[in-house]
Nanobody, 124 residues
Framework: QVQLVQSGGGLVQAGDSLRLSCAASGRPFTRYAMGWFRQVPGKERDIVAAIIWSSGSTYYADSVKGRFTISGDNAKNTVYLQMNSLKPEDTAVYYC?????????????????WGQGTQVTVSS
């Protein structure tokens, strides 16, 4: 089974950078799609970025395109979200997720495994 452990959240200022990590303690990600989601109080959990592990194909939400980068390290069985030029509106709890798939998945209900979430707060 895939177990996801997140790290890398914190409090930063607008314009700063932050990298989130999501490490698997179970099966490798070789045959999986991986996604990063974020959620703020009172709102739904929305996709930020996703990657197909086998092909490297990626997807980014319009709100983060050009600022965020999703990537993976096969040797460490870890997926990353590099966040640059952070804005206050990026403040949220960020979650990584996984599902066995060779195509991008966009919705929360399509993912089977989830990390515990980590808070990212961006001050103005």
């Amino acid at each position: 089974q895939v177990q996801l452990v997140q790290s890398g959240g914190g409090l930063v200022q607008a314009g700063d950078s932050l990298r989130l990590s999501c490490a698997a303690s179970g099966r490798p990600f070789t045959r999986y799609a991986m996604g990063w989601f974020r959620q703020v109080p009172g709102k739904e959990r929305d996709i930020v970025a996703a990657i197909i592990w086998s092909s490297g194909s990626t997807y980014y939400a319009d709100s983060v395109k050009g600022r965020f980068t999703i990537s993976g390290d096969n040797a460490k069985n870890t997926v990353y979200l590099q966040m640059n030029s952070l804005k206050p509106e990026d403040t949220a709890v960020y979650y990584c997720a996984a599902v066995r798939s060779y195509v991008i998945k966009f919705r929360e209900g399509e993912y089977d495994y989830w990390g515990q979430g980590t808070q990212v707060t961006v001050s103005s």
